[in-house]
């Protein structure tokens, strides 16, 4: 069985930084994509970033410019550095892995971690 694990998450004002990390683990052969999702009060989740496991990178443009996503693959843990944070950034973000197993490939989700910012 695979777990991921989020972390970082807390309570920040306008302005200040964030770094979550996302720890996979169980039998594990490879991490293909991994990405980051937010869900905020009231909206649906959305995609905020994703890297590949060759480290190509994406982000949603409400973000572009503020957030890095970034892996270390022999560590199979993910991070998301988030600068400049602003309210419209508090939303419940999860973790998501597509994880190659003995038994195959398979999509992963986090528990999830609260970042709220106050103006």
């Known amino acids: 069985q695979v777990q991921l694990v989020e972390s970082g998450g807390g309570s920040v004002q306008a302005g200040g930084s964030l770094r979550l990390s996302c720890t996979a683990s169980g039998s594990i052969l490879r991490i293909n994509l991994m990405a980051w999702y937010r869900q905020g009060p009231g909206k649906q989740r959305e995609l905020v970033a994703y890297?590949?496991?060759?480290?190509?990178?994406h982000y949603a443009d409400s973000v572009k410019g503020r957030f890095t996503i970034s892996r270390d693959n022999a560590k199979n843990t993910m991070y998301l550095q988030m600068n400049s944070l602003k309210p419209e950034d508090t939303a419940v973000y999860y973790c998501?892995?597509?994880?190659?197993?003995?038994?195959?490939?398979?999509?992963?989700w986090g528990q999830g971690t609260q970042v709220t910012v106050s103006s």
């Open positions: 998501n892995a597509f994880v190659v197993t003995g038994r195959g490939g398979d999509d992963y």
């Open positions: 890297i590949t496991s060759g480290g190509s990178t």
